[in-house]
């Protein structure tokens, strides 16, 4: 079973960045595609972005693209996401999550998220 690890949370300033880790185990890394997503209180799970296995194909919810930015390092078993220009409207838990193949890494390639890490945004 993968076990996901989320961290590198907490509050800012509205402008500020902040960068997001996802560190993963008990499968092989490069061969899973991963994602982040993000869920406000009173609100539904909301996806923000992909990234296949190897790292070239990346996918952005329209709310976050030119702000936000996926990687991996797959020799850290790690996974990425670099929030700059932060607003209020992206305060939320954010969780990581592992798909079923390297390649697809759209919106419904995942259902098990991670426990996430809190990101508040202040105006």
């Known amino acids: 079973q993968v076990q996901l690890t989320e961290s590198g949370g907490g509050l800012v300033q509205a402008g500020g960045s902040l960068r997001l880790s996802c560190a993963a185990s008990g499968r092989t890394f490069s061969n899973y595609a991963m994602a982040w997503s993000r869920q406000a209180p009173g609100k539904e799970r909301e996806f923000v972005a992909g990234?296949?296995?190897?790292?070239?194909?990346?996918s952005y919810a329209d709310s976050v693209k030119g702000r936000f930015t996926i990687s991996r390092d797959n020799g850290k078993n790690r996974m990425y996401l670099q929030m700059n220009n932060l607003k209020p409207e992206d305060t939320a838990v954010y969780s990581c999550a592992v798909g079923r193949n390297s390649y697809y890494f759209g919106p419904d390639g995942f259902g098990s998220w991670g426990q996430g890490t809190q990101v508040t945004i202040s105006s």
């Open positions: 990234i296949s296995g190897s790292g070239v194909g990346t």
